[in-house]
Each structure stands twice: as structure tokens, then as C-alpha cells.
């Protein structure tokens, strides 16, 4: 038996019955977990990342055509050209993007003439580093990157007419050949939303080879002996003639600032080889993923794992630079100037609040103490914090996390920013709606402040689910506030707030319905319909949305025995559903059908901490079985590895965290619920030089309950962890069994934080 341990802080030897393994975590991942998928079915609706850590840029090879939101497809098998991407989602699709492509034999622009057949056989591909054969053309591409810039390598076949195409897209693009310089520089406006008016993508491109031909390209038409366009759709080919096996490299930057800071950018490439920033790449990423180290048997649980950390620290992305004077700087994408400090984007809280913050709270604290100092810029850029933002907010999903990802911050450490202006934020903007983005703000708060709930009848679509999300982020403002010592007369409104869940509870179905503005309940009520008064979901996906008082809701549903039955119909009704809202089958609904878990539907956020919740009703047993089944289950690292969109890293990051045997069931408690831990062994190497050291004994696929817990070699029976033993160090030891524990964990004092415990 092998036993498989990963550190990235120094490669190590384990001999075991006379085997060796010496690993890094970064050759654990796959990037092409998710990419096998279409928009009437996701798993993942992910493509290849080639990026840093939180990099500004990233890379990917791309099978899709120009504006095609699935930009990389597993299933395709003909490259266009290696796209330069900010693509959060190809739902929010792309800014700031271009293309280059190598071609030989034939002098093409047209991204179907220039496309190349490709075979995952002859493509290598990691988060550092990218290479493919190009079959079509003879050629060999690879791309090294780091957070602003990259490295291409062409190697060439034997021929005269070797060339490389650059596609500046279209719907507004500039184009400029320096044939003295071997460089190329232009810039591209095209966006889908999120930006203002003087938005351009500027880049710049440098040759080691000098050009023999070179064209600039107007609207697909190659115009020989000109060096520059500015239109619609500009591009250019420049050629050469080239040596079989030659190799030509290009070092490529960019900058949302200016064409001069795009030049700058270029020099974290420019003295370095090509096999230089691959192996920085590389060091980067096993520091990064090194943080948490595991020992198993099961190699597979060991790709899926670092594949899923990959995923949870890429977004949000960096959107600064750093000028001549070696400060950080970035283009506001809110107001459009260039301003002073840091600025973080291409998330949207409604996915990443849940567990991508939390996660990185404990994990990485000072890379979100930047991303709080980003908040900040953008409350003064802009009069509000972003929901979803892309590079600037945009009108998509609902709730008001930002409040979630603010307070969890806070009150877990991070203090080093200017937490009264984010005080003002969330206040103001629980009090308001943007004048021009719906979905950032509050849409209905008039009504919600008012009434305690977002009615149905008003025209103001997903109004429970609305309901539900503000009045958690109206507990987390109140926690935030208490910790500062507002007055009560300021604070006490939020906490009254924090209850308004109940207003649109309905005891008959003790499930969540939507309510009319005169009070009476929604009619007819079907809680298998997916959006209407809920968001991507149904009633029994979002009646379990009270993350800060789940004791309150086990009250409203008549206690711990009907709360436990409830919990236990989504998995037991069969996966039925009601689709007349959208009018079709959307994806969602379709990836919970297929799941064979019920109407349990794990590809979509609002239901993935429901599962810890039977550890505040007496039978943690059960949570600790289903958490193993769904990483069992419903997660690889196959390119089908997800269950649904895997959303700027939220789904990644809720299986780190329960892969770990615990999860951050309400961000702005300092409490983590227990699971099921998948490895025998794990340890996650805190910022602070302390260490959590996690031991499974006895684990196995079919040992997946916990006989018992101690945690620093004390017993512990609670079904929860602080954050504050955590950061302390801790060693946690769970002893697993095969057959449940139906006596530990099973008494209220063992129970996680209730707000209604509170009061």
C-alpha cells in the first residue's frame, strides 16, 4: 500500500514497504476539471486556468469561438488561438481579452481558417505552464505566465512562411506592428457590461525573431504593407522563416491603466526565460497550494482535493499594478480613473460568502486583507459595495453578502484597513439600491424594512429568497457593529432584522413561501418550483437559508424531530421539479435530476451548507454520511468533476473545507461545523506560524462516522470548532467507525451558534 503525502514547502521522501514518492501538490491538479461542459448542462462551466495565484491575467487555449462564453470545451477538438481572458463565468463572459495563434503554410486570419485540430494526448496542461501540438500548422505553443504577463514558445516546422496571428477581437480594437522593435501593442474595448466608457484592454507583445512580413488586419481582410488599424475588429500577422525545430519565443503584458504601464508590466518577463518563469510559476504555486498538506491512500481523493484548492485561489483577481514608482495602482473600474491601492474582482458574493471567504479568512488572511482594502476602494469609487462584480458591479443574482464577506473578515482578525468606511458601506447600502445595478444594494428594502419581508405581489422577483439573505447580512452588520462598539440605538435594528426569516415561514408546509404585501401567503404554493420567490432553486432548497439561527427555524418546524424529518425529505422525495417559471429546463434543474441524491441539488450554492445542519438537531451522524457521499459522489478530478457551476471557486472551496471534516456554516461566527474528514491526515500551515494538525484514525470509505473527537487530547463532544483554537494551533484527532455514534454530539450544549440562543 502506497501512502501519498503532499508539501509544497520542500519536496520530501516517504518510504513505505519499499516505495518512494516524492510529490508536489501542484502536479496534483488537473485544470481541465469542469470543461466538459455546455450550457444545458454544467460540470463546472470551468476552463483551463494558466495564471498566478489571484493573477490579473489569465491564459487558455480556445476551442469557442470570438464572444462564446465556453471558451475551452473538453469535448472540442480544434484550437483557435491562446486567448489572454478575465472570463469569471460564461454567464458574465469576458473584458479585456486577445488572442494569438500561430500559424504556418498558409497566410489566414479568420479564427475558423487559422483553427488547428489538437488531442488531449499531445496537450499538457498545469496551472504554470500550458503546451499543445498544433496539428494543422506543425507547431508546438506553450505559455508560462505570471500575474501581469506571460512567455509564449513557438517551436516551428521547416518552412517560409511561419507566422503568428494577433486578434484584437472585436467591437473595438487598435492594432500597431513596430517592425523595428520586434513588438506589437494595441488595445481592445470589448466587454459584456461593468465598465465605464474609457474601458481598453492595452497590450503589448515582444518578438525575438525579426519580422520578415507583417499586415495589420481590418475586419478579417489582411492588408498588406500597413502596420496599423483602428476599428471594429483589428488584428495582425507578422512572419518568418523558420528552421525545423526553431524556436520563437514572445513575451506578452497587459495593463487596464495605459499603454506605457503595459510596458512596464512586460518586465516581469523581460530578462527571464522562458524556463525561468515556468519554474517560478511553479514554486508560487506549491507555496500556494503547500499550505495544507494531506496523507492518504487514495490518490484520486488527492487530485480531486488540490484540483479543487487550485480553483479557490484564482478568483477574486488582483486589478492592480504597480507604477514606475513602485506603487499600487489600478483603473477604477467604477469611475474610470486611475487611483492609488488595491483592487479585487470577478466574483460575486451570493456564490463565494458561503465558503471561498471563510476559507480564505483561515488559510490566506493576507491576501483578503488586500481584497478588504480593494472594498474600501470600491465603496469610494463607486457609493457602494460590489454583490457581483465583473470588472465593475453587475446586475446579477441577489442578497446583500457583501455585508457577510466584510464582517466575517473583521471580526476573525483582519482589522488592518478602514473598517469605518465599510461600517458606512454596509449600513448605507442595506438602506439603499443602486441607481443603475439592480442587483447591488437592496432591491425591496423599502418593503423589507417596513413590512419584515420582501412581498410577493410588488414585481420584485426572488423576493423570499431576498427576504432570507437580507436578514442573515442584517445579523452579520449587527455582529460587525456590536464588535465596534456602535451604540444600540444604531445596531439594534439589525438585530431586530435578523429575525425577519420568520416572516415568510408558513407553518402549514414548514417551508419558506413567498407573502403578499397584505400579509396572506402566495397562491397557488408549489414548493417544488424552481425560481419565482427563490433564486436558482425551489422552497426546499432555500427554507434552510437561516445560517445565523438554524434553532430558530428547528422552532419554527416544531422541533428537533420534524426539523430531522424535513431535512431528510429533500433526499427522500424523488428528484421532481417545476421548471414553469423559466419556461425550460435550466441547467441547475437538470444537474439535480441526474444526481441521484433526491432534490438535493449540490451544483447550486443555496443548499450546500444545508447538509452540517444536523448538527444543531441532534443527529450529526447523518451529516457526517451525506458529506461523504457528496464528495464521494458528486466531485473528480475528471473533466466532468463537478455538479454544477463551480462559481469563482465556492463549490471548490466547500469541498477543501469539508475534505478537511469541517465547514464555515455562518461566516461571521467564529465557528466551523463538523463533517466527516476524507483523509487520514492533514495539516494546514497558518499564516500566524502555527499549525492545524488533523488526524483521521481508522478512516475508510466505508468508516465515515466520527466515534469521537479530541481536539488538543481533550475528548470534545461539541459538533463544531472556534476559529480561535484554530489559529492557537490544534491538533484534532476524529476516531472514525463504520456505524454511527448516535450518543455523541446529540445534546444541545454540543450544538453550533443559534442567534435565538443569543437572545
Given amino acids: 500500500m502506497k501512502i501519498w503525502i503532499i508539501r509544497a514547502f520542500f519536496l520530501c521522501s516517504l518510504v513505505l514497504e519499499g516505495n518512494a514518492q516524492i510529490n508536489d501538490p501542484v502536479s496534483y491538479v488537473s485544470t481541465m476539471v469542469g470543461t466538459q461542459s455546455k450550457h444545458s448542462l454544467s460540470t463546472g462551466n470551468t476552463y483551463p486556468i494558466i495564471a498566478r495565484p489571484w493573477g490579473m491575467n489569465f491564459w487558455t487555449p480556445q476551442t469557442g469561438k470570438m464572444g462564446d462564453g465556453w471558451q475551452y470545451v473538453y469535448t472540442e477538438d480544434k484550437i483557435r488561438g491562446f486567448k489572454q481572458t478575465h472570463q469569471p463565468s460564461p454567464w458574465i463572459n469576458d473584458y479585456g481579452q486577445f488572442a494569438i495563434m500561430p500559424v504556418t503554410n498558409k497566410l489566414v486570419f479568420n479564427q475558423d481558417d487559422r483553427a488547428s485540430w489538437f488531442s488531449h494526448k499531445a496537450e499538457t496542461a498545469h496551472p504554470y505552464y500550458y503546451k499543445v501540438y498544433l496539428a494543422e500548422h506543425d507547431v508546438v505553443t506553450e505559455i508560462a505566465p505570471t500575474s501581469r504577463a506571460s512567455v509564449f514558445r513557438f517551436t516551428f516546422p521547416e518552412t517560409d512562411q511561419s507566422y503568428v496571428v494577433v486578434d484584437a477581437f472585436d467591437n473595438g480594437s487598435s492594432i500597431k506592428i513596430h517592425p523595428e522593435r520586434n513588438m506589437i501593442t494595441g488595445y481592445n474595448t470589448k466587454n459584456t457590461g461593468g465598465v465605464p466608457a474609457n474601458f481598453k484592454n492595452y497590450f503589448v507583445m515582444v518578438f525575438d525573431k525579426p519580422f520578415e512580413y507583417q499586415a495589420a488586419v481590418e475586419s478579417n481582410k489582411i492588408r498588406e504593407g500597413t502596420t496599423q488599424w483602428t476599428g471594429d475588429h483589428a488584428g495582425a500577422v507578422i512572419g518568418f522563416k523558420t528552421t525545423r525545430g526553431e524556436v520563437v519565443h514572445a513575451r506578452v503584458a497587459s495593463s487596464f491603466v495605459s499603454p506605457e504601464q503595459a510596458l512596464l508590466n512586460l518586465k516581469e518577463v523581460e530578462d527571464k526565460s522562458f524556463d525561468q518563469v515556468k519554474q517560478e510559476g511553479k514554486a508560487e504555486w506549491n507555496d500556494i497550494l503547500g499550505r495544507i498538506e494531506i496523507t492518504d491512500t487514495n490518490i484520486d481523493n488527492i487530485r480531486t482535493f488540490y484540483s479543487c484548492l487550485y480553483r479557490s485561489v484564482l478568483f477574486p483577481r488582483t486589478l492592480s499594478e504597480i507604477n514606475a514608482k513602485g506603487e499600487v495602482i ?39 486583507a488586500k481584497m478588504q482594502e480593494g472594498l474600501v476602494n470600491t465603496y469610494h469609487e463607486s457609493g457602494f459595495l460590489p454583490e457581483w462584480a465583473s470588472p465593475g458591479h453587475r446586475d446579477c443574482m441577489v442578497g446583500n453578502n457583501s455585508a457577510s464577506v466584510v464582517a466575517d473578515a473583521y471580526l476573525k482578525g483582519l482589522t488592518d484597513h478602514d473598517i469605518e468606511a465599510l461600517w458606512q458601506a454596509v449600513v448605507s447600502g442595506a438602506n439603499s439600491r443602486h441607481p443603475q445595478i439592480g442587483s447591488t444594494g437592496r432591491w425591496g428594502y423599502d418593503y423589507y424594512n417596513k413590512l419584515g419581508y420582501v412581498p410577493y405581489n410588488v414585481g420584485i422577483r426572488e423576493n423570499v429568497a431576498r427576504t432570507l439573505e437580507y436578514a442573515y447580512d442584517d445579523w452579520c452588520i449587527y455582529q460587525l457593529g456590536k464588535t465596534l462598539g456602535k451604540p444600540k440605538s444604531e445596531i439594534n435594528v439589525f438585530a431586530k432584522r435578523a429575525m425577519n426569516y420568520k416572516n415568510v415561514f408558513d407553518p402549514e408546509h414548514k417551508l419558506m413561501r413567498g407573502k403578499n404585501e397584505d400579509g396572506t401567503f402566495q397562491a397557488p404554493f408549489n414548493p417544488l418550483k424552481w425560481g419565482d420567490a427563490f433564486t436558482e432553486g425551489n422552497s426546499w432548497h432555500y427554507t434552510w437559508s437561516v445560517f445565523h439561527d438554524p434553532q430558530g427555524l428547528i422552532d419554527l418546524m416544531g422541533g428537533y424531530d420534524s426539523f430531522n424529518g424535513m431535512m431528510d425529505s429533500v433526499f427522500n422525495l424523488s428528484p421532481v421539479f417545476d421548471e414553469s417559471y423559466y419556461g425550460a429546463v435550466i441547467h441547475e434543474i437538470r444537474e439535480m435530476q441526474i444526481m441521484n441524491m433526491g432534490n438535493y441539488a449540490h451544483g447550486n450554492q443555496p443548499i450546500q451548507h444545508m447538509i452540517y445542519l444536523y448538527n444543531y438537531s441532534g443527529q450529526p451522524w447523518k451529516a457526517q454520511a451525506r458529506v461523504r457521499e457528496v464528495m464521494s459522489n458528486l466531485y473528480s478530478a475528471a473533466p466532468d468533476g463537478y455538479c454544477g457551476d463551480e462559481d469563482n471557486g465556492q463549490t471548490s472551496a466547500w469541498y477543501v473545507f469539508s475534505a478537511l471534516g469541517f465547514y464555515p456554516v455562518c461566516p461571521g461566527s467564529d465557528q466551523y461545523v463538523i463533517g466527516s474528514p476524507l483523509f487520514d491526515r492533514a495539516v494546514i500551515y497558518l499564516e500566524n506560524g502555527k499549525k492545524i494538525e488533523i488526524s483521521a484514525q481508522g478512516n475508510g470509505e466505508d468508516k465515515v462516522y466520527i466515534n469521537e473527537l479530541t481536539l488538543n487530547g481533550a475528548t470534545s463532544s461539541q459538533n463544531y470548532l472556534t476559529h480561535e483554537d484554530l489559529l492557537k494551533g490544534a491538533k484534532i484527532n476524529f476516531e472514525m467507525s463504520e456505524n454511527p455514534n448516535k450518543s455523541r454530539g446529540t445534546k444541545k450544549k454540543d450544538f453550533p451558534y443559534s442567534f435565538s440562543n443569543d437572545r
Wanted: avoid cysteine.
Fill in 330 to 368: 489600478h483603473y477604477s473600474p467604477f469611475n474610470g480613473k486611475v487611483v492609488a491601492g488595491e483592487m479585487f474582482t470577478d466574483t460575486g458574493f451570493w456564490d463565494t460568502f458561503r465558503a471561498l471567504f471563510p476559507f480564505l479568512n483561515l488559510v490566506y488572511p493576507s491576501m483578503n
